[in-house]
C-alpha cells in the first residue's frame, strides 16, 4: 500500500524514478502511543551521493526540488448532515468532496491548480471519536475528512494523507470550507459570472455552453455541489465544474482588487464556514498572484465501484506530473 511505502519501495516503484523524501511517520494519535509508519533509506541506495529531501533522478537526470514554490490545499467540505456532537461519531465529520491543491510560485508570482478526484482510491485512517488511531483500510479518499474529530484534524488529516498519495510532496497549508459557505462568499462578491465553458443544462436550462451567466449565492452553490447520483462517473464532471468555479472565484477576487480591507471582509463572512492555517502573506499571495489557464489534474482511470465510484491513480503518470511540476533538471 502507498502509506507504507519506505523510500526504497517508492525507489522501486518505477526503479528509475527516485523521490527524495521518505515516508514521514504517522502522528501519534490522541490517547494513544505512537504508531508504525516511520521509514528507512534502502541501503541499496546509500552509494548515491544524493540530497534526499531535495534530489530525484530520473532517466539518468538529475532533479532538484524547487524552493520557490508553496502549496495550499483547498477542501470544499459537504456536512450538511452533521452536528457537533455527531463529529465525535466515528468517520461522521463529513466530506472532502473538493479537492484542490493551489501551487503558488513566488518567482513568477502565479498560481495553477492541481484538482483531485474525491474518488481516489488510497490508503485511509480510521480514528476514534476521541481521536485514537483505529486502523488503515483502502477506500476513496475523501472518507479520510470524515475521522477528525475537529475542523482543525479533519484538514490535518487530508493534509497528511493527499501528501503521501501524491508521493510525499509538501503541502505547506490548509483551507477548508464547508459547502454551505460557498452562498456567503460569493453573495458578499455580489455574484460570480461565469461563461459557460460546457453545456450545463442538467443544472439549469440556463447553463448553455458560451452563455454568459451571473449566478447569486445561492445559485453558485448549487452550480459547484450538483450532480446526478444516478449517473456513473457523474463525480469527475463535477470535478473538473468544482476546479473550474474556484479558479474563477479566485481569479474574480483578484480582478475585483483584493485589498487588504476587502481580504478581511471577505474572512469575516467566510468564518463560521471555514478552518485554515494560511498565514497572511500567503493569503496575499492567492489573491494577488495570476492565476493559470491551465488546471492540472492527478492522473487515473474511474471505474464503478460497489456504492460509490472508485478512481484508480495512474502512478507512472503522477510521477511524472510531480516532477514536472515541483522539480527543474539540474543545468
Not at 484542490?100 to 481516489?120: A, E, H, K, P, Y
Not at 508521493?167 to 459547502?179: A, E, G, H, R, V
Not at 453545456?199 to 448549487?222: C, F, K, Q, W
Request: charged share 25%; hydrophobic share 35%.
Amino acid at each position: 500500500m502507498r502509506k507504507l511505502l519506505t523510500r526504497g519501495m517508492a525507489l522501486a516503484l518505477s526503479g528509475l524514478l527516485l523521490f527524495c523524501s521518505g515516508c514521514k511517520p504517522k502522528e501519534p494519535a490522541s490517547g494513544s502511543g505512537s504508531q508504525s509508519g516511520s521509514s528507512t533509506t534502502s541501503s541499496s541506495y546509500e552509494a548515491e551521493e544524493v540530497d534526499w529531501e531535495n534530489t530525484v533522478v530520473y532517466n539518468g537526470i538529475t532533479y532538484h526540488k524547487r524552493n520557490d514554490l508553496k502549496t495550499v490545499l483547498f477542501l470544499g467540505v459537504d456536512n450538511t448532515h452533521t452536528t457537533a456532537a455527531d463529529v465525535n461519531i466515528v468517520g461522521n465529520a463529513g466530506r472532502a468532496d473538493a479537492i484542490i491543491l493551489f501551487i503558488l510560485d513566488d518567482t513568477n508570482q502565479t498560481t495553477q491548480v492541481l484538482s483531485v478526484s474525491r474518488n481516489c482510491m488510497t490508503d485511509v485512517d480510521m480514528y476514534t471519536g476521541d481521536g485514537q488511531f483505529v486502523s488503515s483500510f483502502q477506500s476513496q479518499i475523501n472518507m479520510q475528512y470524515a475521522y477528525g474529530n475537529s475542523p482543525k484534524r479533519c484538514n490535518f488529516l487530508m493534509k497528511r494523507t493527499l501528501s503521501e498519495m501524491l508521493f510525499n510532496t509538501d503541502i505547506d497549508s490548509t483551507i477548508s470550507l464547508t459547502m454551505d459557505g460557498i452562498n456567503a462568499i460569493v453573495t458578499e462578491m455580489g455574484g460570480i459570472t461565469l461563461t459557460m465553458e460546457d453545456d450545463y443544462t442538467y443544472i439549469d436550462p440556463s447553463y448553455t455552453e458560451g452563455a454568459t451567466v451571473t449566478l447569486d449565492g445561492a445559485a453558485a452553490e448549487r452550480f459547484v455541489r450538483y450532480r446526478d447520483t444516478t449517473v456513473w462517473g457523474s463525480n469527475e464532471t463535477r470535478v473538473d465544474r468544482q476546479s473550474w468555479f474556484i479558479h474563477e472565484m479566485f481569479r474574480q477576487m483578484k480582478a475585483s482588487g483584493a485589498t487588504s480591507d476587502w481580504v478581511d471582509t471577505m474572512l469575516t463572512t467566510a468564518d463560521p464556514y471555514i478552518e485554515m492555517d494560511l498565514d497572511a502573506e500567503t493569503i496575499k499571495k492567492l489573491t494577488s498572484y495570476e492565476m493559470l489557464d491551465e488546471s492540472l489534474k492527478v492522473p487515473g482511470t474511474n471505474r464503478e465501484g460497489g456504492a460509490h465510484d472508485e478512481f484508480y491513480v495512474d502512478d507512472e503518470a503522477l510521477q511524472k506530473l510531480i516532477l514536472d511540476t515541483f522539480y527543474e533538471p539540474v543545468s
